[in-house]
């Protein structure tokens, strides 16, 4: 597909998060469904944040179904909602958050963290404009970023633009850690609706989302799932053939 994927779990990317945090070591995070992999094919920034990425998790389940029909273990995704909450649990650290539909729903959600996660520690979070930003609100941000001291920045504006930015302003941040996590926000902040877990373990989430955006999501997964099957099947077979003419 052109992609490298971390085969990972979460406990070893919470583990990563942590270190990093303690040695003040800077690293970035993709967490990539099966579109965002198929949306890197077609553009090249994304590809380059992909291949910067220190880790690119699995984030859907297509993508865990086609590491196991390459042959890798995999007993499971890393979804980005999931790694969020269980580095807010887990991860002693100080945390911006940047995205959010608007302000009202930036306030939403970290009233919601700070029920949920009561011991983490979020100092500061801000709402983009849903448009691109000019070189001096940049500026700003990053010096707002940078000034509220955070080791974590946990970014929710939606692939690809999250994965762009973060690798466009790694260098510029203080944060030791970066980390994409799409609709998160959204979930925490109860502006959308969670598929419920059993069609998560059930590889049924996709539909649950589809359901509630059809037209903007039904484009995505019939522009994005069949090529990304299709990817996966030819990378199959050219292993196959690979593998049984060495043994011949």
């Given at each position: 597909i052109g992609t490298s994927v971390s085969i990972t779990d979460y406990d070893e990317v919470v583990e990563v998060v942590s270190d990093a945090v303690e040695g003040n070591r800077q690293i970035f995070i993709c967490c990539a469904p099966a579109s965002s992999l198929i949306f890197a094919r077609d553009d090249t920034q994304l590809a380059r944040a992909?291949?910067?990425?220190?880790?690119?998790?699995?984030?859907?389940?297509?993508?865990?179904?086609?590491?196991?029909?390459?042959?890798?273990?995999?007993?499971?995704?890393?979804?980005?909602?999931?790694?969020?909450?269980?580095?807010?649990?887990?991860?002693?650290?100080?945390?911006?958050?940047?995205?959010?539909?608007d302000d009202a729903a930036l306030a939403l959600l970290r009233r919601s963290l700070a029920e949920r996660f009561p011991a983490?520690?979020?100092?500061?979070?801000?709402?983009?404009?849903?448009?691109?930003?000019?070189?001096?609100?940049?500026?700003?941000?990053?010096?707002r970023?940078?000034?509220?001291?955070a080791e974590i920045v946990w970014v929710g504006i939606g692939s690809p633009?999250?994965?762009?930015?973060?690798?466009?302003?790694?260098?510029?941040?203080d944060a030791p850690v970066l980390v994409g996590v799409g609709a998160a926000f959204d979930f925490f902040s109860g502006r959308v609706s969670q598929a419920p877990r059993?069609?998560?373990?059930?590889?049924?989430?996709?539909?649950?989302?589809?359901?509630?955006?059809?037209?903007?999501?039904?484009?995505?997964?019939?522009?994005?799932?069949?090529?990304?099957?299709?990817?996966?099947?030819?990378?199959r077979l050219r292993e196959r053939r690979t593998s049984g003419a060495k043994s011949s």
């Open positions: 992909f291949a910067a990425a220190d880790v690119v998790t699995p984030d859907g389940m297509g993508v865990v179904h086609a590491a196991r029909l390459l042959g890798e273990h995999l007993d499971d995704r890393v979804y980005g909602p999931d790694l969020m909450a269980l580095t807010l649990e887990q991860v002693d650290a100080t945390h911006f958050l940047y995205g959010g539909y983490a520690k979020v100092v500061d979070a801000h709402s983009p404009p849903h448009r691109e930003l000019d070189a001096a609100e940049i500026g700003e941000i990053v010096a970023i940078n000034a509220s001291g633009k999250q994965e762009v930015w973060m690798h466009q302003l790694r260098s510029r941040l059993w069609m998560q373990r059930a590889s049924l989430e996709w539909l649950y989302r589809l359901l509630q955006d059809p037209l903007r999501l039904g484009r995505r997964y019939l522009s994005t799932l069949p090529r990304f099957a299709t990817l996966v099947l030819a990378q």
